[in-house]
Nanobody, 125 residues
Framework: VQLQASGGGLVQAGGSLRLSCTTS????????VGWYRQAPGKQRELVAT???????NYADSVKGRFTISRDSAKNTVYLQMNSLKPEDTAVYYC????????????????????WGQGTLVTVSS
């Protein structure tokens, strides 16, 4: 499955961005989808996930600020990012796996079989 991530850009601290992860097939509505990010010099970290039935999970660092959602009609998963901080600066990647991943599985990026190309988010102070 080919994923396309978009929506990154430059924003001031406190601002908002919405990232999109799209594919040409309807696979996302039956997939576990995750957003990861990787800042310069740091390891890739999990930001948020959404399960096939819609349950969501977030990293503690983004809880209350980021929201992951799915529009099955558009084959798209979104990551709404509000109250952005400079430490949110990173390349953001979406990933999908066409099954339900349990909590321990979503934390391991290797369990996601499809990845988007990444979109850069830069938050200025």
């Amino acid at each position: 499955v080919q994923l396309q991530a978009s929506g990154g850009g430059l924003v001031q601290a406190g601002g908002s961005l919405r990232l999109s992860c799209t594919t040409s097939s309807a696979i996302l509505k039956i997939s576990s989808v995750g957003w990861y990010r990787q800042a310069p010099g740091k390891q890739r970290e999990l930001v948020a996930t959404i399960a096939p039935l819609g349950s969501t999970n977030y990293a503690d660092s983004v809880k209350g600020r980021f929201t992951i959602s799915r529009d099955s009609a558009k084959n798209t998963v979104y990551l709404q990012m509000n109250s952005l901080k400079p430490e949110d600066t990173a390349v953001y990647y979406c990933a999908a796996e066409p099954r339900r991943l349990i909590t321990s599985e979503v934390r391991n990026a290797k369990n996601f079989g499809s990845w988007g190309q990444g979109t850069l988010v830069t938050v200025s102070s």
